[in-house]
């Protein structure tokens, strides 16, 4: 079966759905930036990113997430900023990690809450669209405010640059400063976000390198967070990008405010959507030779975007290779009872059954990263064409080898064809190593699957009462979740960007 229409946008009167190859013809361009943001990013002298730059920027992922989860938007109406959007990304190529904080760190204001159709990511919105959305940094400034009572936000600005740092300045429109003294000036607060450098920074070797920014960055825990560092007597503190960089690289031991009930229902903790910072590195560094690649041939090759449309057929294989692949647990069987061997063809043999398997061309590669992006939509095809939930699992070259060689295997002994051969990634192992797909773990649905689907009343627009302290539902544009979205809330709260932080 092949995979079924995506959507951005998870509202039924603005919802439009179309073929996965449209996104990955984006996926393209939003990889360009992706690779002309990271030289502008903070780096050490062996020109990785800092772990305060992957400390500060994570820490705004999970700010942002928040942000439109309280305010019942999804990504294509509220756009990530662009290092936001990059540690998103990253994060949901695991489809599993990010249910798993999605679903631990959800906010039941006004009981209800968002599923993972409401977290698809926006290729269109930020392939096509501007730097800084007015309604977006309008919101985002209010509800980032310190100013804003007991629902102070986290004062944080929205793009970490007024303009894209690799454009001449001279051809980006001036703005308004604004951005900046909006936020900071009616608490007198210095002034926490990043500046550019006037003069071309070099490395120890002499090597020039990109101008990039100083950070005086402060990390805000305010009362209202639902995992926060401290008790709640200290909150709202406010932790230096150092401190709060060693906590996330483990040199610092910290406890979240609610370590006892995460420990007490196995819940993963909403300041870890990785376990260190290492760890975000590290896919951070498996993606970047993926996005060199794809670029390059895309460049190189005219017929590959318009090739992707007919690899749709070939991804759809790819994964329906691992359909009556799983090992289940049966019934007991005595050991007294008769073994009655299967016959050597069969396709369910126990000698045909293989744990992983690689992609085997960048256009099937492509697609599947393209589809992750779209959780809701992945995890419901990917169960029904290959028996269970296909995860990712990465590898090194000589594994990749064997894989890339398992999969033309079973691609010949299931379908009876050749396996696709334009674009094989075997010729690009010593450049890009592409991640494996298995099955993921028997027990990674937490709870019911049309609840971490879909939702709970998963109206659009929250506003927050300060009469009430809670937020509130605005009315009509549910998003048909399973506990009966779509529904009129009878808060009858009006719709909206509300302003402030969060809320339980």
């Not at 942002?64 to 999804?74: K, N, T």
């Amino acid at each position: 079966m092949l995979p079924e229409p995506v959507h951005e946008s998870p509202w039924p009167r603005e919802k439009r759905l179309v073929s996965l190859h449209e996104p990955a013809v984006h996926h393209i361009k939003v990889a360009e930036t992706f690779l002309k943001l990271i030289p502008f990013l903070p780096s050490d002298e062996k020109g990785e990113v800092t772990d305060e730059a992957l400390a500060y920027s994570e820490w705004r992922y999970i700010s942002y997430l928040r942000f439109i989860d309280l305010h019942g938007v999804a990504p294509c109406d509220c756009p990530p900023p662009w290092d936001v959007a990059l540690i998103w990304y990253l994060h949901l190529l695991s489809p599993t990690r990010f249910q798993r904080h999605f679903w631990n760190s959800r906010s039941w204001a006004n009981n209800l809450f968002y599923g993972l159709e409401h977290r698809h990511f926006p290729f269109s919105v930020l392939a096509n669209g501007e730097w800084l959305p007015k309604t977006t940094v309008r919101a985002w400034d209010k509800w980032s405010s310190l100013s804003s009572g007991r629902r102070a936000g986290p004062n944080l600005t929205y793009q970490l640059w007024p303009s894209p740092p690799w454009e001449p300045a001279a051809d980006v429109p001036r703005r308004r400063s604004g951005i900046f003294s909006s936020i900071f000036s009616r608490d007198k607060a210095p002034q926490p976000g990043p500046r550019k450098l006037e003069k071309p920074v070099t490395s120890l070797n002499g090597a020039p390198r990109q101008p990039q920014l100083e950070f005086d960055r402060p990390i805000i825990m305010q009362d209202w967070n639902r995992c926060s560092l401290g008790t709640i007597n200290d909150l709202p503190a406010t932790w230096d990008i150092k401190s709060y960089t060693e906590f996330r690289t483990w040199r610092r031991f910290d406890r979240c405010r609610n370590q006892s009930q995460h420990e007490s229902f196995r819940q993963q903790c909403e300041l870890t959507p990785w376990p260190s910072i290492d760890d975000l590195r590290a896919d951070l560094n498996r993606q970047i030779p993926f996005w060199k690649l794809l670029t390059e041939v895309a460049n190189t090759q005219p017929l590959f975007v318009q090739g992707l449309e007919d690899a749709i057929e070939d991804y759809a294989s790819f994964i329906g290779l691992f359909h009556g692949n799983m090992v289940r647990r049966l019934q007991y069987i005595s050991k007294f009872d008769p073994k009655l061997p299967l016959p050597k063809s069969s396709k369910t043999a126990p000698g045909s059954r293989f744990i992983a398997l690689a992609p085997p061309t960048l256009e099937v590669d492509l697609l599947w990263h393209t589809h992750r992006m779209f959780p809701a939509k992945y995890w419901i095809w990917s169960s029904y064409q290959a028996g269970w939930l296909i995860e990712h699992q990465t590898m090194n070259n000589g594994a990749a080898a064997y894989a890339l060689s398992k999969t033309k295997q079973e691609w010949e002994r299931r379908l009876g064809t050749g396996c696709p051969m334009k674009n094989d990634l075997h010729q690009w192992l010593d450049r890009y190593v592409p991640d494996a797909a298995r099955y993921a773990r028997e027990d990674c649905e937490p709870g019911d699957l049309a609840l971490m689907m879909f939702g709970y009343h998963p109206f659009k627009g929250r506003k927050y009462n300060p009469y009430r302290d809670k937020w509130d539902s605005s009315g009509t544009t549910g998003g048909g979740g399973s506990g009966g979205g779509g529904a009129v809330s009878s808060d009858g709260g009006c719709g909206g960007d509300g302003g402030g932080g969060g809320g339980e």
